[in-house]
């Protein structure tokens, strides 16, 4: 005959305490299903029963390949098109402003998700904590995957903002810079600096030399050095072509920059940075006030270069060379890093220090209707987790 026992039996009460009590246990749900906490065959064969089943338990928080590579791609992403918007020679044309006001949206775009949810999962830290007794490996558990993602797109967007700036200024702006202005060949190094103003690629003829002793210089963090460009014999009237680098001389002493010991024919490629130009200018009057004995009225400043024009197209190649790296490189260290947190979660797990028990899922409201679509995974097994108690404290029956 069938006879109700209400909700559950007395032993099957006490029996459900005990399993609560091993459930609450660090690392028990990583452990259990290895034999781990010596838990009787009875107690083994009640885990499996379907009211008591935490089979959820066992692949929460634990990613595969393809999730890995589906957690990486967000900040990969931000990466590149912060790298490929900050490299564009045309959105760089059209100004620094627009340039500025296009990366703030970007990084906006891709910082909402993720903040969100890590938002509206710390709400539902505070309510729990507040509310109910809160265990903190639960916590810690729920809270990796979400403030990694955050985490992961501020470090994307500072690499490829840190790395498109300095390809750009490094690389393609001082390429393009050069493309708008003119080659000369055989210069007199006697020549007024005012004729060379649309100078970019200068060779100087047979007689020039760089007086390496005899330099100028400025100090402010970087040292910068000067030394002028002379004619072979005879009194120059105009003395405003320098060769120009920082940090390759003794200030003031012997002139090392570019290539100062190739023995080739005299070139170089015009300094156009204005930074260094003002710098530049300083040592220059350095030089004049000490060496020449007369100001230097319109100076134009070089870096030593053996073969200029080679020189010049071998500045936009190595940009495209890093440019493809950073493209390739970016995704792959996002993959890497994604992959390391997933092992040392699991670690985490194995050693007790994160659990994925309760999670903490704000219980009704907007809070509630945000955790199912900014972190659905979490509210998915809450939902599972609720339907398994449910089932566990309908009535049973059992045939005597």
């Not at 209400?6 to 259990?32: H, Q, Y």
């Amino acid at each position: 005959r069938l006879q109700h026992y209400g909700v559950v039996s007395k032993s099957s009460e006490n029996e459900r305490l005990r399993v609560d009590r091993l459930l609450a246990r660090p690392c028990f749900m990583f452990s259990a299903g290895r034999g781990g906490y010596g838990i009787s065959s009875e107690q083994k064969a009640l885990l499996h029963n379907h009211n008591y089943s935490l089979r959820p338990l066992g692949t929460v928080g634990k990613l595969s390949s393809l999730q890995a590579c589906l957690v990486a791609a967000p900040p990969s992403f931000a990466f590149v098109i912060c790298l490929l918007l900050l490299v564009s020679s045309d959105l760089r044309a059209a100004g620094e402003l627009l340039v500025t006001f296009v990366h703030v949206v970007v990084v906006a775009a891709f910082l909402l998700y993720p903040v969100l949810a890590l938002g509206v999962l710390s709400f539902g830290v505070i309510a729990s904590y507040l509310q109910t007794r809160i265990r903190w490996s639960a916590v810690m558990f729920w809270m990796w995957w979400p403030s990694a993602k955050v985490v992961m797109i501020i470090l994307a967007v500072s690499l490829g903002t840190t790395f498109g700036n300095h390809l750009w200024h490094a690389h393609f702006l001082p390429h393009a810079q050069l493309h708008k202005l003119q080659a000369y060949h055989r210069i007199d190094p006697g020549t007024s600096g005012i004729r060379l103003q649309d100078v970019g690629i200068a060779v100087f003829n047979t007689s020039a030399h760089v007086d390496r002793i005899r330099t100028g210089c400025v100090k402010n963090r970087l040292t910068y050095c000067v030394a002028p460009i002379l004619a072979g014999a005879g009194e120059q009237t105009y003395h405003d072509l320098f060769m120009a680098g920082t940090d390759c001389c003794t200030c003031p002493g012997e002139f090392r920059c570019g290539d100062w010991n190739v023995p080739m024919s005299l070139g170089g490629l015009r300094v156009l940075d204005g930074a260094s130009l003002e710098f530049f200018k300083l040592a220059a009057e350095d030089w004049s006030a000490s060496v020449a004995g007369k100001p230097v009225k319109h100076p134009v400043f070089f870096t030593w270069s053996a073969q200029p024009t080679q020189t010049y197209r071998e500045i936009e190649d190595n940009g495209y060379r890093l440019f493809v790296l950073g493209l390739l490189g970016g995704p792959f260290f996002f993959l890497l890093m994604v992959t390391a947190l997933n092992g040392f979660l699991a670690l985490l797990a194995e050693c007790g220090v994160v659990a994925p028990l309760e999670p903490p899922v704000p219980l009704a409201g907007m809070g509630h209707s945000l955790a199912a679509r900014l972190l659905p995974q979490m509210y998915n097994y809450h939902t599972k987790l609720e339907e398994q108690r449910r089932l566990a404290l309908e009535p049973k029956h059992v045939l005597l």
